[in-house]
């Protein structure tokens, strides 16, 4: 029998934007990356040119720049203004460098891996299994022995955490704890804005010996020397430090769920009685992974950068109760992220 032909004359149930959504997703990435790379942002905070102004500044043809700035419009990084451009509020927060929240080393450490999310690539990942940054199967054996793509990736994980920092720390009263340990620290951001936050914290960022070097330049940045230290270390070998508040930020998502559960438990047996685990992640809603999508997107990225993947806020939970942590809470911080947290009875 003949196919039947669908009929024309119905309309879907549902309008198709989130089909171009997605489409037009793949295209303004790599506008604002451009405009990153061509200075766009910082010209424009300069000269609050007119159009004709920013194609002669930046050596650009008219097309091409009112793609750019249609696009940083758009999305809320730029306004128009009697004709001429200038940054938001957005913008001014993390799209210049002199910002203390300025998220451009890692928009750097994307396009200068860009390889990594090419279609090719992620295909691959997904039918291997493997991840394809710096084409090695673990980027954190090259963290430990490359100190130049150390340096580049910790100052990107830096430009990501110091704005997400000041949100889980306002959540949680951290007047009862002495000694904060933030494992896989890589810059400090965390370290730094909660010995800020709470005065009397002593802080030790624990991480690989071609880490600490980066991670000693931040903390002299911001002028603590004498409450937070760098102490080189392999989470998965070597002892923890003696601390009563563990704090991890982005390091389970880069792990399958059993090294997960180790960390959860080696973070239970090296602490006292009343000592808090806290976990900050980006987190998927429910055991299911039915969203949102940003969690899925991250765990996109991870495919192509390790093993792990993003978790739900009950998956952590039962990591951290398998432990022996108790009173488990998650608590949504800032942006897209939360915390998981617990304490040791």
């Not at 934007?17 to 910082?42: C, M, T």
């Not at 001014?92 to 891996?113: M, P, Q, T, V």
């Not at 002892?239 to 880069?254: C, I, K, R, T």
């Not at 997107?297 to 998956?315: D, H, K, R, T, V």
Request: proline share 5%.
């Amino acid at each position: 029998m003949p196919t039947q032909s669908p009929a024309l004359a119905r309309a879907p149930h549902t309008d198709d934007h989130q089909l171009w959504d997605v489409i037009f997703g793949i295209f303004g990435l790599p506008a604002l990356f451009i405009a990153h790379r061509l200075n766009l942002f910082q010209f424009v905070a300069d000269k609050n040119p007119t159009l004709d102004e920013l194609c002669e500044g930046l050596n650009l043809h008219r097309r091409g720049a009112q793609i750019l700035v249609s696009t940083s419009t758009s999305l809320g990084f730029l306004d128009l203004i009697d004709n001429r451009y200038c940054l938001t509020p957005l913008a001014k927060d993390y799209l210049l460098e002199s910002s203390a929240n300025y998220f451009g080393h890692y928009w750097d450490l994307l396009i200068d891996n860009h390889e990594v999310f090419s279609f090719e690539a992620l295909m691959a990942a997904v039918v291997s299994d493997t991840p394809r940054a710096y084409g090695v199967k673990d980027i954190y054996q090259t963290h430990r022995e490359d100190a130049q793509r150390t340096r580049t990736f910790t100052r990107a994980m830096h430009s990501v955490s110091v704005a997400a920092a000041s949100g889980w720390i306002q959540k949680l009263d951290l007047t009862g704890y002495r000694r904060m340990l933030d494992i896989g620290g890589g810059s400090g951001a965390h370290a730094l804005t909660a010995a800020s936050a709470v005065s009397h914290l002593q802080v030790t960022v624990f991480d690989l010996a071609t880490v600490c070097p980066v991670t000693e330049e931040f903390i002299t940045r911001y002028g603590l020397e004498t409450r937070v230290k760098a102490q080189p270390g392999d989470m998965w070998n070597d002892a923890f430090p003696q601390a009563d508040l563990h704090f991890y930020s982005h390091v389970y998502h880069g792990w399958k769920p059993d090294k997960c559960q180790f960390l959860s438990q080696k973070s239970f047996e090296s602490m006292e009685a009343g000592g808090r685990i806290i976990v900050h992640e980006i987190l998927y809603d429910d055991i299911g992974k039915t969203g949102p999508f940003p969690a899925a997107a991250l765990s996109m990225i991870m495919l192509g950068w390790g093993e792990g993947e993003q978790y739900s806020g009950p998956q952590i939970q039962s990591f951290l109760e398998e432990a022996g942590f108790r009173d488990i809470q998650i608590i949504p911080t800032y942006g897209y992220h939360s915390i998981v947290t617990g304490r040791k009875p």
